[in-house]
Structure formats: C-alpha cells, structure tokens
Antibody, heavy 124, light 107 residues
Framework: QVQLQESGPGLVKPSETLSLTCTVS??????????WGWIRQTPGKGLEWIGT???????YYNPSLTSRVTVSIDMSKNQFSLKVTSVTAADTAVYYC????????????????WGQGTLVTVSS | DIQMTQSPSSLSASVGDRVTITCRAS??????LNWYRQKPGKAPQLLIY???GLQSGVPSRFSGRGSGTDFTLTISSLQPEDFATYYC?????????FGGGTKVDIK
C-alpha cells in the first residue's frame, strides 16, 4: 500500500537550514498522476501548504515562503525533499509530506496520502 | 490567497447525532473543495474530494455538498472515532489553503 515517511533533524538552530526528506513506498514518484507536497501545522497558523513538485521537476511554492523554500525530487530513491533556509522560531511546526492528485490540467488537487508528520523545533 | 472560513470552530455532540460543518470561501472555488478529519497526534485523512466525492474506504455516513463559495460536510450518525478536528481545503488555485478547523468533541 502507499506509504509516505518523513525524516530529518527534529531540532534546527535559528538562521540555519531545515532539511527534510519524504520516502515514498507503494507507488512510483515518477507517476504522471500525482504531485508530491509539503504541508506544516502549528497551533497558531493551523495547516499551511509549503510547496509541491511533479516528477518533471516542476514546482509550486507558497508565495509567503517562496524566497526560503526549495522542494526537490530524487526518482532513483523514490524520495522528495524540502529545504527551508534562514529559519526562525516561527518555522517550528509539525511537517507533513503528502501525495496530491493531478488530473492532467490545472492545479494539483486533493491530498490523499500523508506521512505521519515530524516535529521540527527551531531553537538554539 | 483564498481565505477559507469554517463554522462553528467547535461543537459538542453525542454518538449517533447528525452533525453539519460549514466552510465558506472568500471567492468562488467551483467544486474544488476537500474535507479532512484529523485525530489527535495523527495526520489529516482525506474524507471528501471535489466537494462531494467520497474518498475510497471512507464510511458512507460522511457526505459533502456545495459549490461556488459555500460548502457543507455532514456526518449522518456520529461514531466514537469521529470525535476529531475537521478541515476544509480549497484546491482551486495555488496556494491551496485550509480552513481553521472545527473540533468535534463529546457532549
């Protein structure tokens, strides 16, 4: 069955770079039917979409984060990754990776499979 | 960005109750509206896609309606596992945005 699993450091220092990887199993990340995205959740801001990538390398980013975010894909490992630079305490959140349906045109649609989430704390 | 507003923000109900949650978009999103259930400490789970499509494996007590700016999620008979927080999300345009959530707890 389809599974997504986030991995990466749980603690990052302010001004440094947050790096997470999502390992996908049960489906090829090179499928034309899906985008692969990152979402984070905080008690204060709720659920916030960060960015998403297609197997071609095409990306969409949240305009509020685009200057600090990079999403990349590694089809050889069936993984995709997130980097957020110059982090502050406001980037402390539970980070999720998720699969998004793509129906061939328009934006990526519903998020049907999610990882379990990983808490990243920004603190010195 | 399109703003998604859910109401109520919380409600109390009993097992067997019929529950309806409302989501309003700040502009028309046609039928590009999804609903998720999130249990404490878990990831959101897709329930309804495209306003009224029942996701595979989701019980038929969940149903969704609406188009344009106004949408509803109805749970016809609340079960113990349904005490959770529910979120709507628009997938009409980038960036996809979520509502603030509706927490359903036990009366």
């Amino acid at each position: 069955q389809v599974q997504l699993q986030e991995s990466g450091p749980g603690l990052v220092k302010p001004s440094e770079t947050l790096s997470l990887t999502c390992t996908v199993s049960g489906v090829s990340i090179s499928s034309t039917t899906f985008y692969w995205g990152w979402i984070r959740q905080t008690p204060g801001k709720g659920l916030e979409w960060i960015g998403t990538i297609y197997y071609t390398g095409s990306t969409y980013y949240n305009p509020s984060l685009t200057s600090r975010v990079t999403v990349s894909i590694d089809m050889s490992k069936n993984q995709f990754s997130l980097k957020v630079t110059s982090v502050t305490a406001a980037d402390t959140a539970v980070y999720y990776c998720a699969r998004q349906y793509f129906y061939g045109s328009g934006s990526p649609r519903e998020m049907d499979y999610w990882g379990q989430g990983t808490l990243v704390t920004v603190s010195s | 960005d399109i703003q998604m507003t859910q109401s109520p923000s919380s409600l109390s109900a009993s097992v067997g109750d019929r529950v309806t949650i409302t989501c309003r978009a700040s502009q028309s999103i046609r039928s590009y509206l999804n609903w998720y259930r999130q249990k404490p400490g878990k990831a959101p789970q897709l329930l309804i896609y495209a306003a009224s499509g029942l996701q595979s494996g989701v019980p038929s007590r969940f149903s969704g309606r609406g188009s344009g700016t106004d949408f509803t999620l109805t749970i016809s008979s609340l079960q113990p596992e349904d005490f959770a927080t529910y979120y709507c999300q628009q997938s009409y345009t980038i960036p996809p945005t979520f509502g603030g959530g509706t927490k359903v707890d036990i009366k």
